[in-house]
């Protein structure tokens, strides 16, 4: 199992959010490449950048920022959060550096894209799958996609999609433990496909649960930046 750090920002600044919501804010850092660095020399196998701004289409978007941790950093960085045309896409994947793309709402409002991509790139695709009760959600969580948690990616894994990142709104950003049950469902369903578990992980016990369920990776947020768990530790477990 891989350890992801997560890194959400918003108007340039480093933040973490409780089930998405605004209100329920959090600042943690204004120096989103310091951050980056900082999570890169403690040992976390990958970055999972999010633009905020751009998922929730509110004021300026950072992609300028994202740009320069990924020309900062060596190791992988997949980005999220507001990517929702084909060029975008492209020109994430045409920079020479390990960067996977996840999209969510852009894939569920329009399908088709997928085919786009080429077969070679599908690889670096990963599906979002945000759900509040197995309702995918989109649009920076306020709206239901109209298709159901297994019927989602039943339907990307068909079209060659076989990496999903996988977030119970209800436990994002509280610290109350992963959806183990949904994963282990997951899991006796479908085969031969890679989950990131996002949202609840608290403790060294939350990732031995994660590590039990054959998850690919696990994005680590709240838990890191409120001290509770330490990459190190992480890594000796996985």
């Keep these: 199992m891989k350890s992801i750090a997560a890194i959400d920002l918003l108007d340039g600044q480093v933040v973490r959010l409780v089930n998405g919501k605004l209100e329920n804010k959090t600042v943690y850092d204004d120096n989103p490449l310091e951050v980056a660095k900082k999570w890169e020399s403690e040992g976390v196998d990958m970055l999972h950048l999010v633009d905020l701004n ?96 297994f019927d989602a990616i039943r339907f990307y894994k068909e079209l060659g999609v076989n990496e999903f990142l996988l ?30 578990s996002s949202g609840g992980v608290s403790n060294i016990i939350d990732i031995l649960k994660l590590r039990n369920v054959n998850c690919y990776a696990v994005i680590l947020g709240k838990a890191l930046y409120d001290e509770k768990l330490k990459i190190e530790h992480v890594q000796e477990l996985i």
Excluded: C
């Design 54 to 149: 751009a998922a929730l289409n509110i004021g300026k978007n950072n992609s300028e920022i994202i740009l320069k941790i990924i020309d900062s950093v060596d190791i992988p960085v997949q980005v999220a959060g507001g990517i929702r045309t084909i060029n975008s896409i492209n020109r994430l994947l045409d920079i020479k550096k390990p960067i996977k793309v996840v999209i969510g709402t852009f894939a569920f409002k329009q399908p088709e894209i997928i085919q786009k991509i080429s077969k070679k790139r599908l690889n670096r695709i990963i599906i979002s799958v945000d759900h509040n009760k197995e309702n995918v959600m989109i649009s920076g969580w306020k709206e239901f996609s109209g298709i159901k948690l």
């Design 167 to 196: 977030t119970n709104i209800d436990k994002d950003g509280t610290l109350e433990g992963p959806d183990i049950e949904t994963l282990i469902k997951i899991n006796n369903t479908f085969k031969d496909i890679k989950i990131v």
